[in-house]
Structure formats: structure tokens, C-alpha cells
């Protein structure tokens, strides 16, 4: 079964406020088994465009990865991040290649 990922680019605005996001969502992932690759650190964008922070998150499968995201306790603090003024990105839910 091929596994779930959540991928997200994101501008953060106000750090303070996104910080309160980030402590909400950890029930979610602990629940559902999210598992962070990729969370911040370095890049380079040597082609397109890009945002100031990148995060990836694996899950056992797709569909765990659906159900996090569409589960009471992600959704309670989506709006935490989604605020104007807090953060602006570019969110996908992929399911990954299983060969």
C-alpha cells in the first residue's frame, strides 16, 4: 500500500501566531501517525518559485493522510494558521509511489 503525504510551502507572517498552530496540530499527527521529513531547513530554488518554508509529512497511507487532515482535531486549528496576517501557502495531500 502506498503511503500518504501531506506537502506544504508556506509565507509566515506572524510567527507568534503560527507557533500556536504548530502546538495544536501535534495531537493530529500523533493520532494519525504523521511523521515529519521535511520541516523547514535549507533549500535553494534553482528553478520556479517558492515560499519561505516547506514541510512534509508521511503517513502510513493515503488515506490516514485524508483522514488527518479531515479529522476534528486537525480542522480546530487550521484556522489558527489560515488567519489573515498569519501565514499564506500552498497545501497538497499525495499519494506516494508505491512502484
Not at 506572524?14 to 535549507?42: C, H, I, P, S, T
Not at 480542522?75 to 489560515?82: E, F
Amino acid at each position: 500500500m502506498a503511503k500518504g503525504y501531506w506537502i506544504a510551502h508556506v509565507d509566515i507572517e506572524d510567527m507568534n501566531e503560527y507557533k500556536k498552530y504548530v502546538e495544536g496540530n501535534a495531537k493530529a499527527f500523533e493520532k494519525y501517525g504523521g511523521r515529519f521529513l521535511v520541516r523547514g531547513g535549507q533549500f535553494q530554488t534553482p528553478e520556479g518559485s517558492s515560499r519561505s518554508r516547506h514541510v512534509i509529512l508521511e503517513f502510513e497511507s493515503y488515506q490516514q493522510a485524508l483522514d488527518c487532515y479531515n479529522s476534528e482535531e486537525y480542522q480546530s486549528v487550521i484556522p489558527l494558521r489560515a488567519r489573515q496576517g498569519v501565514s499564506v501557502g500552498d497545501f497538497v495531500i499525495i499519494e506516494g509511489y508505491d512502484g
